[in-house]
């Protein structure tokens, strides 16, 4: 009896005749994520199911945390499979896998059966029965309820016959790599790793840039950045981050536009550059962290004026969560610890004490009319000096 990993979807299952890339995206990006855990696995897709078969030795927790990174998948069940299908040795094994799973404790629980090979002699709703009543002389501690069990319990009769119980919850989401990709303004701050987090876990590939501005941010701020690209790329799979040089845009613009528009201008410059990143790396949407009012640069009418620089969908995963809820995902997805660690930000820096809230977009415009022949060679150096690294 060995114990291989089901694997159920949610999401995918209802993708009508595209179903299957959407499978065999799952079925690549499970087989790409475990090649990073200690052991063989051999991952099959049959009948609309993805299995997890262990080749070798390993270690069940490494490999249930490294399924349940995979975007797309709803859940995770470790599956008995008994190759001797006669009734009692089911029942028995059953039990068995039933201990393993759920251990002594109370709960409740109803059997759900398919018999796929219809010789069997025995129909599913008996084989619903005869279970039930033997997990309940059995096992200590369970209980029937059909209508909310804690457990559901599966009998499925096929070549061999295959038990398992409610598994492990996965993120749930969509296969990364099957919506496109997009380009994520990476900072070190708490919001935009979760941004690329919940946009990923829409199927969407990710790419980051980060701007930095040497001397004034340090190169620990840099690595900060890079190591929480490697934090969400657990989720998202390898991350291209390319890294801006930033300083003598942002110089540039502290000496030629007013003090209290700065990081509004700054801020579309980012979006520009960023924007022609992803236009070369075939990006087809901007993501940053932002949420509405959380500060000065992220009340509507910036937000608005930072639209205004883009031609493509900017997208803002986090535009409607308090900065509690954005705290909590960052820490359930393992971000927080580094993200709050104090190294200085390219935009803190150069920040004014009473920074514009109600930005007039003509005003800005005008505002950077002050820029014009000093600007453009420094955005084509920043572009041409960027810096690329594969983080994963
Ligand atoms: P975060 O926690 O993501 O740093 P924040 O609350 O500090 O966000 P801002 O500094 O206003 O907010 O930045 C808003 C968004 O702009 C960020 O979520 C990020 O997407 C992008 N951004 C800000 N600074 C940078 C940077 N230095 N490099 C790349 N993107 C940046
Ligand atoms: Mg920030």
């Known amino acids: 009896m060995e114990t291989s990993y089901l694997i159920k979807y949610a999401e995918i299952g209802i993708k009508g005749k595209n179903k299957y890339k959407f499978e065999d995206a799952l079925v690549k990006n499970i ?19 993805i299995l997890v078969f ?14 349940s990174h995979v975007f797309g998948v709803a ?7 008994i190759e001797d299908k006669s009734f009692n040795n089911v029942l028995a094994g059953l039990v068995d896998h039933i201990k393993r799973e759920i251990g002594n404790r109370e709960f409740t629980f109803k059997v759900f059966a398919k018999r796929g090979d219809k010789k069997y002699p025995i129909d599913s709703p008996e084989i619903c029965r005869e279970a039930g009543k033997y997990i309940l002389d059995n096992v200590a501690g369970s209980k029937v309820d059909v209508h909310h069990p804690e457990y559901k319990i599966y009998v499925e009769i096929r070549r061999e016959a295959y038990v398992y119980v409610t598994g492990i919850a996965g993120p749930g989401g ?3 790599g099957t919506a496109g990709k997009a380009m994520l303004l990476l900072s070190g701050g708490i919001d935009s790793p979760v941004a690329g987090y919940r946009i990923a876990k829409r199927g969407v590939k990710i790419e980051a840039t980060y701007f930095h501005a040497p001397p ?11 190591d929480l690209a490697k934090i969400i790329s657990e ?6 981050l390319h890294v801006v040089n930033f300083t003598d845009i942002q110089m540039a613009i502290y000496e030629k536009c007013p003090h209290d528009e700065l990081t509004i201008i700054m801020r579309r410059y980012m979006m520009k550059i960023a924007q022609d990143i992803a236009k070369d ?3 087809l949407a901007l993501v940053t962290g932002e949420s509405i009012a959380q500060v000065a640069s992220q009340t509507m009418q910036s937000l608005a004026a930072t639209d205004a620089v883009c031609e493509m969908p900017v997208f803002r995963p986090l535009i409607a969560l308090d900065k509690r809820e954005i705290i909590d995902e960052s820490e359930k997805i393992g971000a927080y610890e580094t993200s709050i660690l104090p190294y200085e930000d390219c935009c803190t820096i150069f920040v004014a004490k009473h920074p514009v809230t109600k930005p007039k977009l003509e005003q800005i415009v005008e505002s950077e009319k002050n820029l014009i022949g000093v600007i453009e060679p420094l955005v084509k150096t920043a572009y041409e000096t960027k810096e690329d690294i594969w983080v994963n």
């Open 216 to 226: 004034y941010t340090s190169e620990r701020a840099k690595q900060k950045v890079i």
């Open 54 to 67: 262990p080749q070798s030795e390993y270690d069940r927790e490494e490999l249930l945390t490294a399924l």
């Open 174 to 176: 969509m296969p990364v």
């Open 235 to 240: 989720y998202t799979g390898p991350i291209l």
């Open 281 to 283: 790396r075939e990006c």
């Open 75 to 81: 859940q995770i069940c470790p599956v008995t499979a």
């Open 31 to 49: 087989i790409a994520r475990l090649r990073s855990v200690d052991g063989e696995f051999r991952v099959h897709k049959e009948q609309g199911r």
